[in-house]
């Protein structure tokens, strides 16, 4: 199945002794081409950036708009594609297999061999909802210029590797989501998403009383090779900041945390995410053994959070 998509110009002109009125005209004309090959270019990547609006909400036809009325596409695999229809058939097909699937696209070069004629190189990445790790595919693409507008005539793909460290962190996917827990008049929310290629995951929280916000923070969460081991690295709202090392446990995850307050002090725990087994839509916390500087503070009951639902898209 495809996966994958479409997309600067350098002009030289010999260094000879050439009359001035010559020179003159030249370099006229270079810019001339130079500002045309400018507003064509941008034109171009205008189509790759519908191509990624079409791609994420499943528009099969809008894409398949962006090739030429008979117009092919060559997938990774080989299977050749001729033709609007048979392209807007292979889209639909994929939409329904990967729903909520979303595309990024990034364009490595554009050249104009002709003045009609660009050739679009680059990387595209298809990112499926459902956690399955990044596709990639390299592309070429070439667009004509047909009736004023640039459109797709061919596009060929092949596979390319994305380094990852999704697969380490792969049995942390179902976290993602926004999860909240109300207790004493107190809201907090915690949103999770992936960032950087999937290598890590970035947890947002913030804690409401009262309608109002009285903290808040940011923890990004990664593999420490060093560590061998699953570490995340906090910063909240007050100027604190610290480090935690994961380690799996047979009720979910139990977390070594170390970190400063704003002032220097020093602060510790044993932090545990706790899973209900097969359940992906609550889970709890608790933190034991916690010190602040010489202090030892008293244990944190176990909270629980609830995933909320998905909003959906008008």
Same mark, same amino acid.
């Given at each position: ?7 600067? @110009? ?29 507003? &064509? ?7 790759? %950036? ?18 030429? /009325? ?29 729903? +909520? ?9 554009? /050249?104009?061999?002709?003045?009609? @004629?660009? @050739?679009?190189? +680059?990387?595209?990445?298809?990112? %499926? ?29 092949? !596979? ?46 913030? @804690? ?43 009720? +979910? ?17 044993? &932090? ?8 992906? !839509? ?11 500087? !010489? ?20």
């Amino acid at each position: 199945m495809s996966n994958a998509f479409s997309r600067p @110009v350098t002009i030289r002109l010999p260094l000879v002794a050439v009359p001035a009125v010559l020179v003159f005209a030249l370099s006229a004309q270079a810019a001339e081409k130079n500002t045309a090959n400018a507003s &064509d270019e941008t034109a171009i990547r205008g189509t790759a %950036d519908a191509f990624s609006k079409a791609f994420d909400r499943a528009d099969a036809k809008a894409l398949a708009a962006l090739w030429t /009325e008979n117009g092919s596409l060559a997938d990774d695999r080989g299977q050749v594609l001729k033709g609007r229809q048979a392209i807007e058939d292979q889209y639909a097909t994929l939409f329904k297999e990967h729903p +909520g699937a979303k595309m990024e696209i990034m364009i490595q070069s554009i /050249e104009f061999p002709a003045p009609s @004629v660009a @050739v679009e190189d +680059g990387l595209a990445r298809a990112v %499926d909802k459902n956690g399955a790790s990044p596709a990639a595919s390299r592309y070429t693409a070439v667009h004509v210029l047909h009736d004023g507008k640039w459109l797709m005539a061919s596009v060929r793909e092949s !596979n390319s590797e994305i380094s990852s460290n999704y697969g380490r962190l792969q049995q942390l996917q179902w976290l993602v989501g926004n999860w909240e827990t109300k207790s004493e008049g107190a809201t907090v929310h915690t949103c999770i998403r992936w960032i950087a290629n999937r290598s890590f995951l970035q947890r947002e929280y913030s @804690v409401r009383q009262n309608g109002l916000t009285t903290s808040s923070g940011v923890q990004i969460i990664g593999w420490d090779p060093q560590a061998d081991r699953v570490r995340s690295w906090s910063f909240d709202s007050l100027g604190g900041h610290g480090t935690s090392l994961w380690t799996p446990a047979a009720e +979910g995850w139990r977390i070594e945390s170390r970190g400063v307050l704003a002032d220097g002090t020093p602060t510790s725990s044993q &932090d545990f995410l706790v899973r209900v087994p097969k359940e992906d !839509n609550v889970f709890g916390w608790r933190s034991v053994q916690r010190k602040i500087g !010489n202090t030892t503070l008293p244990d944190l009951r176990e909270v629980v959070l609830d995933r909320l639902p998905e909003k959906k898209q008008k």
